[in-house]
């Protein structure tokens, strides 16, 4: 019903920037939360940020001060701002959202788009 598609990812070096985007399209009801996680190689998915559609931000404490996550809610759109890159930080992103429709939710999930951090 709903698909996400991540864009931005990349081979960046240590210190260096990064955007991600990921467009919900399909049939949608309500967007409430989106979000980013990621997995690194061998290890489970983990949260990285999150973000309601009024705005209210959760973040990693590993991330907190480097990375940004914004939204345009007309667009289905979230963003994810990386900056101050460091090698630790390489893995596949993945989008995150949850749709509502009254007491129904369902979650959907990008492919993942691959960030890779040099030293």
């Known amino acids: 019903q709903v698909q996400l598609v991540e864009s931005g990812g990349g081979l960046v070096q240590a210190g260096g920037s990064l955007r991600l985007s990921c467009v919900a399209s399909?049939?949608?009801?309500?967007?409430?939360?989106m979000g980013w996680y990621r997995q690194a190689p061998g290890k489970q998915r983990e949260l990285v940020a999150t973000i309601t559609s009024g705005g209210s931000t959760n973040y990693a404490d590993s991330v907190k001060g480097r990375f940004t996550i914004s939204r345009d809610n007309a667009k289905n759109t979230v963003y994810l701002q990386m900056n101050s890159l460091k090698p630790e930080n390489t893995a596949v992103y993945y989008c995150?959202?949850?749709?509502?429709?009254?007491?129904?939710?369902?979650?959907?999930w990008g492919q993942g788009t691959q960030v890779t951090v040099s030293s």
């Open positions: 399909g049939t949608m009801f309500s967007i409430n939360g």
């Open positions: 995150n959202a949850k749709d509502v429709q009254g007491v129904l939710e369902d979650i959907y």
